[in-house]
Nanobody, 123 residues
């Protein structure tokens, strides 16, 4: 059973930093692309950053240059370093990975999510 457990959220002043962690289990972690999403109250969940099995990273334009995603395959953990935080960065941050599973009518993508960690940024 795949499990993703986030940690590291909290309250920080604007301009401050936080480092989120996501510990994964139940999968061959090094083979999977990992993603960080966030959801603010009343808004849709949005993709923040991804890192492939080979270490290629991509970022939403709103966080590029401020956030850094990284992974430690030996620890089965993905990180999100968030610098120069802004009030609009606040929300619940979720770790995600996607796999292909065999369904009754063919293969399909299945998303795994962590429970989320709250990030609050005071202005």
């Amino acid at each position: 059973q795949v499990q993703l457990v986030e940690s590291g959220g909290g309250l920080v002043q604007a301009g401050g930093s936080l480092r989120l962690s996501c510990a994964a289990s139940g999968l061959t972690f090094s083979r999977y692309t990992m993603g960080w999403f966030r959801q603010a109250p009343g808004k849709q969940r949005e993709l923040v950053a991804t890192i492939t099995s080979g270490g290629t990273t991509n970022y939403a334009s709103s966080v590029k240059g401020r956030f850094t995603v990284s992974r430690d395959n030996a620890k089965n953990t993905v990180y999100l370093q968030m610098n120069n935080l802004k009030p609009e960065d606040a929300g619940v941050y979720y770790c995600n990975t996607r796999t292909v599973v065999a369904g009754p009518i063919g293969p399909y993508h299945y998303d795994y999510w962590g429970q989320g960690t709250q990030v609050t940024v005071s202005s």
